[in-house]
């Protein structure tokens, strides 16, 4: 079985565009969990482009599955983070003129930063993710800083066309996740996941959890969000199957 966690920023961004106060991403949760995601995911921003403080309460009231809150590793919201104690938190980077995430984090530079704010976390019961590039290095680094999850970005699968580096990718991060599993961390991959190429993330058997929101919001504004999140769902489950015929 591989989990969906959905991530529901895009929902608080279409409420941002009018600045009222709808889609309400709680609703969306709730709808999310309905339709069988193992888990909702949110980012709150240093900026709050999308998510919002009040979102991150009440989603910590109504989630029954498992919140994910991604976070930069900056003290204001490491601070909320340890006051509000999502399940896990996935620490991401952030630049204020990114569009969206652009990349793993480099987990093998302020590691006595990572390293506090994983033993922060610990002491409350939070697990930590670092979104990282698919990399030897990368993954060692996280094990040292205690880490109990790496999010592999797969940003890069998703932008290739050429089948040969589509193929290249995919080694690359099977190669990531197989040796990331083998050292005793949970692995899970996620960014520009959509329809059609989650597939062959699917059939890394070492993958046990993946992240994807915008294809799933933008599909929900044609068919639903309850059906978006169910043929996501359908399509992992059938993937999963496939690989072991
Ligand atoms: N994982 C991480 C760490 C992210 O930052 C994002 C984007 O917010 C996602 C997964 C989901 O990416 P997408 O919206 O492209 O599915």
Known sequence: MIAL????????????????????????????????AKGIVCHLREDRRHINDRDVELLRKVVTTKLDLEMAAVEEIIQFALK?????????????????????LDVTKDTKVYKELVKRMHSEGI??????????????????????????????????????????ELVRIRKAADLAKSLGLKVAAGHGLNYINVSEICKIESISELSIGHSIVARASFVGLERAVREMIEIINYSVLERKS
Do not use: W
Request: charged content about 25%; aromatic content about 6%.
């Open 5 to 36: 966690n959905v991530n529901i920023d895009h929902i608080a961004t279409i409420r941002q565009a009018r600045g009222g106060n709808e889609p309400d991403p709680i609703f969306a949760a709730v709808i999310c969990e309905l339709a069988g």
């Open 84 to 104: 509000i104690k999502p399940d896990m938190v996935t620490i991401v980077p952030e630049k204020r003129i990114e569009l969206t995430t652009e990349g793993g």
């Open 127 to 168: 697990e930590v993710s670092f979104f990282i590039e698919p990399e030897q290095p990368q993954i060692e680094a996280s094990i040292q800083l205690g880490a109990d999850i790496v999010e592999f970005h797969t940003g890069v699968y998703s932008r290739l066309k050429k089948p040969k580096e589509i193929q290249k």
